[in-house]
């Protein structure tokens, strides 16, 4: 029996959503088993701090909202463990080193893990600029109205279970080229993979910081970036 692959989300709709919408034009050769955490990242950190052996199964297991996605399968059933969380920086426990901490923590999808963060939330995925992906920026003092702000600014208006391949290829590739603006400051397809401290740092250093915005990244095109590698990415995704 192949080795299956575990995905943790925060919230219980719309990761999902995002994620199977995907899934039928990519990674769709891959089985996926999915978890719902229920609560943000930064309630994560808090059950997890003072651990300093802590196994990621053994979490969900004791827990009495996790438990129930995974009461069926064992550590041993699943090859890879991935994490798909909001950066939610509106929160009032929002650290950059708590957030830096987790993303050292789960930073091995085959061990704890490996953390993916979306850039304010998962929203991002639809809150794009056709024209100039690249210089999207959300204030941080908007958050809490982020929801909002995607509607009236992003160019897509359709459902995302009606997203199509070529819609998609184009979400992916806007995501990579900002990710790679704001680690690089390069508005082109990476060259090389985007470690996730690597943007939580960059954020921090030369937006959240000091204009008090943050660039707008999906988490999901970041978790393809690395499945796929650059090479086979490139070929699928990049336009020009």
């Known amino acids: 029996m192949s080795k299956k692959v575990l995905l943790i ?28 955490f229920e609560a943000n990242i930064y309630q994560l950190f808090d059950s ?3 651990d300093e052996f802590i196994d990621t199964f053994s979490l969900l297991r004791e827990n009495e909202v996790t438990e129930k996605y995974i009461r069926d399968w064992k550590r041993s059933d699943f090859a890879e463990i991935y994490l798909i969380f909001d950066f939610d920086g509106h929160d009032p426990h929002a650290t950059k080193y708590g957030l830096l901490a987790l993303l050292e923590l789960f930073d091995n999808e085959s061990e704890h893990g490996k953390l993916y963060l979306s850039y304010p ?8 600029s056709f024209e100039n992906h690249c210089g999207l920026f959300v204030r941080i003092s908007d958050l809490t109205d982020y929801k909002k702000v995607v509607h009236y600014e ?24 900002k990710a790679n603006n704001v680690v ?3 508005c082109d397809f990476p060259v090389a993979l985007i470690n996730q401290l690597e943007i939580l740092e960059a954020q921090y250093d030369r937006y959240i910081e000091t204009s008090q915005e943050v660039g707008v990244i999906g988490s999901i095109p970041l978790l393809i970036l690395d499945y796929y590698g650059v090479e086979k990415s490139q070929r699928i995704f990049r336009t020009r």
């Open 9 to 36: 989300f925060e919230g219980e709709w719309t990761e999902e959503q995002y994620f199977q919408s995907m899934n039928r034009f990519f990674l769709e050769n891959i089985e996926f088993v999915i978890c719902v």
């Open 154 to 177: 992003s160019n897509i208006r359709n459902s995302v279970s009606t997203w199509s391949y070529n819609l998609w290829k184009t979400v992916i590739e806007l995501h990579l080229r």
């Open 121 to 128: 939330m998962i929203e991002a995925h639809r809150h794009l």
């Open 48 to 50: 997890i701090r003072d």
């Open 184 to 186: 690089n400051n390069v």
